[in-house]
């Protein structure tokens, strides 16, 4: 029987996480199930996976989906479109089997790309050798998560280009469903006729295609900084999503963008294997940060504590300590106020 290459090419740049990263793994866990449950599905379907962030890897080959376990994703910082799209069609050249006299090859590959942000790398080579010699060969179908993604690169890439707004809960699984739908639309040996029935579950309040790439916006979607518990050297993620906040002065009203805390989460050591290193300088005011964390290892008060070599760790309160980064004895007083204007901490790609 003939094969139907599915491929899902997924973003795990520090944007993505805490929750997001948790979704993803889950939702791909529910099509899982789903498409098991379908007997055409489970002769006909098999699965590859992709990750990228700062640099794009197979984590799972092409396999079929009786044998498929879902994988753990890992987190990294950057985001290597084009290095995902090279690693894609890498995996296409060296899996999908193509008609020859004597076989029918395999159906059209389907693959599915999700991403939250935008490219930290070049994808234009990418884009431009995907156009020239795998789109035509391949149904690629592109979700932005939320309205920071460049959907501009996306349309680049393909005319499918959706959006997905996550307004409530449930949305995210609605997005699920439709996945395992269209995958199974596809795997029916009428596929091509039983298309619209994948296109009926769509919740066009949920997930929309993309005409025209909504407006760019100058700012990021989030803050994200690296650093290590002083008593483990263990890494950790501080992650602050942005919020618009309105300052009036007499008459003047002025929107400025802050960034509210929304975790910090512990690291494997692996994150900085995903990574890419190139973080350009990048910087951020602490007066532009609302909320200090406390360090997920070892429960120190802080894991906002600078030091002289200019990287995060974490410390009980004022006084001495032996910095995990490069080993020197650093004395840590309170720091300005925001009021005060601050001070610079790098941050790193999302």
């Known amino acids: 029987m003939r094969r139907l290459p599915v491929f899902f090419v997924l973003d795990c740049s520090e944007s993505m996480v805490g929750e997001g990263l948790i979704k993803m793994e889950g939702g791909l866990q529910a099509v899982v199930r789903s498409l098991r449950a379908n007997p055409h599905a489970l002769e006909t379907v098999y699965i590859s996976v992709i990750a990228f962030a700062g640099l794009a890897k197979t984590i799972v080959p092409l396999v079929e989906l009786f044998s498929f376990y879902p994988p753990k994703l890992p987190l990294g910082g950057g ?59 391949a149904t690629l179908i592109a979700v932005g998560i939320g309205r920071d993604v460049d959907f501009a690169v996306l349309k680049r890439l393909t005319d499918q280009v959706l959006l997905f707004d996550e307004n409530e809960a449930g949305d995210f699984a609605r997005l699920v469903d439709w996945v395992s739908a269209s995958i199974l639309a596809k795997s029916q040996p009428l596929g091509v006729a039983l298309d619209a029935r994948a296109e009926a579950v769509l919740d066009d309040q949920v997930l929309r295609l993309v005409k025209e790439p909504p407006p760019v916006r100058p700012d990021a979607a989030c803050v994200t900084l690296v650093g290590r518990c002083q008593s483990t050297r263990r890494p950790y993620l501080i992650k602050y999503d942005r919020q618009h906040q309105e300052i009036a002065t007499g008459e003047l009203h002025v929107d400025v963008s802050l960034y509210r805390l929304a975790g910090c989460y512990p690291l494997e050591e692996a994150y900085f294997d995903w990574s890419d290193p190139r973080t350009g300088g990048l910087e951020v005011s ?55 204007g601050g001070f610079a901490v790098g941050r790193g790609l999302g």
């Open 79 to 137: 985001t290597s479109l084009g290095g995902a799209l090279e690693a894609l069609m890498g995996e296409i050249d060296a899996s999908v089997q193509r008609a020859t006299a004597e076989r029918k090859g395999d159906w059209r590959p389907v693959v599915y790309l999700f991403t939250d942000g935008r490219p930290t790398d070049d994808p234009g080579p990418a884009i431009e050798r995907w156009r020239a010699r795998y789109a035509d060969g």
């Open 286 to 340: 602490t007066s532009e940060l609302l909320g200090v964390p406390g360090c997920p290892h070892c429960g120190n008060a802080t894991a906002f504590a600078l030091c002289g070599c200019g990287r995060l760790m974490c410390v009980g309160g004022p006084g001495e300590a032996t910095c995990p980064w490069c080993g020197r004895q650093a004395n840590f007083t309170a720091g300005p106020s925001p009021e005060e």
